[in-house]
Each structure stands twice: as C-alpha cells, then as structure tokens.
C-alpha cells in the first residue's frame, strides 16, 4: 500500500513542479538519479560512433596510401624467331 501511495505523491509533485508551484509539506525532493542514468545511459553512444568512424578513416587511410598493387613482371620466355622468318620468306619474291 505504501508504494502506490508513493507512487501518487511522486507523481503529484511531478505534476506541481510542471506547473511552477510552489513545494508544498508533503512534497518529496526531486532526485537528481533519473537524469544523470539518462545521460550516462547516452553518453556512450557518441564516444562509440566517434571510435568506429575514427577506426574507419584510418582503415581507409591505409588502403588508399598503399596504392594499386602492381603485378609482377612477367618472366621473359625463349625468344623465337620462326614465325618472322616464315613472314620474312612468305614477302619476299622468289
């Protein structure tokens, strides 16, 4: 019984200090508890969004100044001739 009878104090005083009333006898002092969870309870989250985006910059930092990966040149193979000697004498009139 006593909790539902603090419950409408509670909530009677909310509603005069809405108002801009004056604090009556019976009126409970406002805690200050409920507003500071509230911002601790949010306080985190630009601090977490701030980490991830600087965590993200450096990522892409990183990427973009290693640069485009150049392939390795390719090994030089035997050379031959035979197909441009066999153009050679195909041309040349006989």
Do not use: C, F, K, N
Not at 2 to 21: M, T
Not at 22 to 46: D, M
Request: charged letters at 15%; hydrophobic letters at 45%.
């Amino acid at each position: 019984m006593s909790y539902i009878l603090d419950a409408l104090r509670r909530a009677e005083a909310d509603r005069d200090r809405e108002r801009g009333q004056v604090p009556g006898l019976h009126t409970l002092p406002s805690s200050g508890r409920e507003a500071s969870v509230a911002a601790g309870r949010r306080g985190w989250l630009p601090w977490a969004a701030g980490g991830v985006l600087l965590l993200g910059g450096i990522g892409m930092g990183t990427w973009l100044a290693s640069g485009p990966q150049e392939a390795p040149a390719p090994a030089p193979g035997p050379a031959t001739q035979a197909p441009v000697q066999a153009l050679l004498a195909a041309r040349s009139p006989a």
